[in-house]
Structure formats: C-alpha cells, structure tokens
C-alpha cells in the first residue's frame, strides 16, 4: 500500500485525449509558497461584494484617476465614491464598451467614435474640426493620443488640452501595412498594437510631431481586440491575433498561454471581445482574460492558470478589474452593479461561489490498481453552528463520466480536523477525482493523497 500525493492546481483543461490529462482548477488559486507540511496548497478566489447599483445601465468603461473611480454606465459617466455611492457627472451617447483615459482633470472617452471630455464641471462632444474618428484613447507627457478609427494612423490632442486638435497632428505605425486596434502605455514609450504588428514610438520633443519610431521595436504579433490587453507591472499582457496570450518581456512577446487555454480561446465565437483587466491578492498578479463565453486567469506568480467562473454560467459576471480607494473593484456589463473583489467574502453577492478542483491522474504504468482511501485535508472550523459545510467528491476512469457524489463535512466553528477521507474508490487503470465545495466559507485545500494498492 502506497500513499500517493496527487498535484493540484499545475494545469487546466482537458487536453485532446481526456485519458492524457483531465485536471483543472476553478475559482481558486495555487499558492506559490505553501506554509507548512503539505506540497501544494489550493486558496480560494476572492468572492464579491456589491458596492453599488444606482446606475442607470450596464457598465461601460472604467478608469481610476488620481485614486477615484469613474464609471461610464448606460448612458452617463459617474464619480464612484468609497463607499459606492454614484455621481452623475454627464451624459454621452452609445451602448458599446468605451475607451477611457485621464491627466488628473480631464477624463477623455471614445464611444462610437467620437471624442467626449469632462472637464471638471461638464461633459462634452468634442466639436473640433480636425478630430478624426478615434477608436481608443490614452494619455502621455500631456497628450491624449487616439488611434484613428480602421487606419493605420494615430493623432494626437494638444498638449494639456484633449478639446483642440490640428489637422496635421498625425503620423502612421508603418512598418508593414496593419490596422491599429488599440494603444498601449509602459512608462513612457507608447506601443502602437495593430492587427497583426506592434511598433513603438517615444515623445522626443519635435516641433513638428512630437513623437518618432523606435528604430528597434517591431513585433510580429498583433492585438485581437481594442480591450483585449492590460498594462500591469511594467509590461503588457495581451490576447494576440494567433489566439495565444503573450506577455512582453523586454522586446520578446512571450507565449503564456498553454495548449488547453488557446483551446478555450478558439472555443469562443468572438474572441474580439475579450476584456483584459488585473489584480493583485497575497503576493500574486492575476491576469483575467474574460469574454462573453469564458474566463481564464494567469497567475504571474506562480506562471499558472486557472478558469473563474459565476455559479450557472461559463464565464466571470465581472468583466473589469480596477483598483481605487485601496480596494479591487470590479464591473459588470452584464449588470448595473459595481462589486469589491473581496479576499473576506465567500460567495458573488449573495450568489453561490463554487471551487472545483479536479486532480491529475492516478496510474500504476498501465497496471490496474486499487485506491481503498482517498484523503482530503483543507482547513476546518470554517462553519458556524447554522452552517455545518462540505466538500464533495466524485471519481472517473474514463474522463468523461463521473461516479455518484460522496459528501464529508468540513467542520464547524471550533473543531479542528483537517482531514477528511473517502471510503475504498474501486479498481481501474486510472483514477482522477472532481471536488467541489460551494457553501460560502473560506476555502484551503492543503493536500489530496490516495492510498494505492498496484495490482501486479
């Protein structure tokens, strides 16, 4: 008799043959340096609190400026407080996510193409003449520079002022022939992300354009969709247009991705619609990859990936991420709510928080084996004396169907076991498991081990 650790939290999704891997991990994170004993330790997503709902629509876009919140909903852009209480501070047309940047007194959004700003006291259409039609925007040394609407062009404000533009304010990303899709800031060098390319260019102060081309900086790899990237700890993650996440490391636009993630990304109809956002919880940078029709997240920590999902549905119900007033918060645009990212709360909103963990294979090199105990040791005396938590377990050996569900009981308030283990699991070439808690408690899953007897 073998008593066998089973790895959790190393990869997700099933690869083309189930029978080569099925494990996967959901709503929860694998902790990079686990404390104590046990050789992986599984920590549960953070759930999410409502911060607000008095908004006229479904969110649009979202940006932090000088530590507050701004908030496009429906058809007005809102100042967020701390507490959530909502703003209104103008009105602008469209249904579609908008791109959104700041200097600290200006916010600039682009919406169908058109130019708004507030300014402090009101928002409005930029009018000027000279303005093309924008598809994004950001800001830098004082400019708001905007990809020009399906061209190859940029344009830029004038300085410290987004409401005046001139027309020969322009210039092109031209290395090879591509679209601009979007912009990117890293300190002070704007990458330009088009189609298939990105190049660079840097403000060198000239007087008839500001901004010149990195002679050095042409990547072969494009952006998928306007929100499909992030900038988050100095560099850029993004969905490239080969459906790979990359991440740029220095000039090298690094894959990331694993061969089941791409899988999920070809699996969505409109990968264009992807919204990247990030945050940080207990020393890991989470970068979300969410679309309509799922949702995978990189842990740069741990350089894993897992899935988050809302109960009932394939996807995230918050698509943005933004931090402000020293909390996470995150943006439904399914929804007129603004949720907390909450490491304290244990369910989204009153809505059930569901960890799945499912385990690599257990296999004897072909052999048949017997597992006559399988045990499971978490964190106990998360319950209260109303709620007596639990964890289910189900077995497969063919992954694709699974066993009838045995339920244990974590332990409420005050008792202090940790282990809890499942009877004989039959005889079979190869075994994995699927557990699952959904009660709203903290979770930590310290370590699975299956006691194996090889049939030789």
Known sequence: MTRTPLALGQKIGKTKAPVASIESLTNG?????PEGKEPTQIMGSPGLRRLSSGLDGNCRGWLEMSGAAYVVAGTKLYLVAYDGQATVLGTLPGLDIVSM???????????????????????????????????????????????????????????????????????????????LVASAVVRRTVFLMGEKTIEAQQNTGGADFPFTRYSDIFIDVGLKGRDAKVCTNGTIYWLAHDLTARRLDGLTPAVISTAPVERAFRSWSNPKATICSSYTRENHLFVVFRNPEGCVVFD??????????????????????????????AFSVDEPL??????????EDGHTLELEIVTPWAWAKGNDFSTDELEVILQAGVGTLTLDPAITCELTTDGETWGSKQIRRIGKSGQRSRRVTFGPQGSADQMAWRFRITDPVPRCILGVYAEVDVEL
Do not use: C
Not at 29 to 33: A, D, F, G
Not at 338 to 347: A, F, K, M, Q, S
């Open 29 to 33: 994170y694998l902790e990079s340096v």
């Open 101 to 179: 940047d700041g200097d600290g007194a200006n916010v600039v959004i682009v919406t169908s193409g058109q130019i708004y700003v507030w300014n402090g006291t009101t928002v409005g259409l930029v009018t000027d003449p000279d303005a093309p039609q924008a598809s994004d925007v950001v800001w830098i040394d004082g400019y708001f520079l905007f990809s020009e609407l399906n061209s190859q062009q940029f344009f830029i404000s004038g300085l410290n002022d987004p409401t005046a533009f001139d027309a020969l304010d322009f210039s092109s990303a031209e290395w090879k022939p591509d679209k």
């Open 300 to 329: 740069q920590t741990t350089e894993r990936w897992h899935y988050r999902t809302s109960y009932g549905s394939n996807t995230w119900r918050a698509a943005g991420l933004l931090n402000a007033y020293g909390m996470d918060l």
């Open 338 to 347: 603004i949720y907390e990212l909450d490491g304290e709360t244990n369910d």
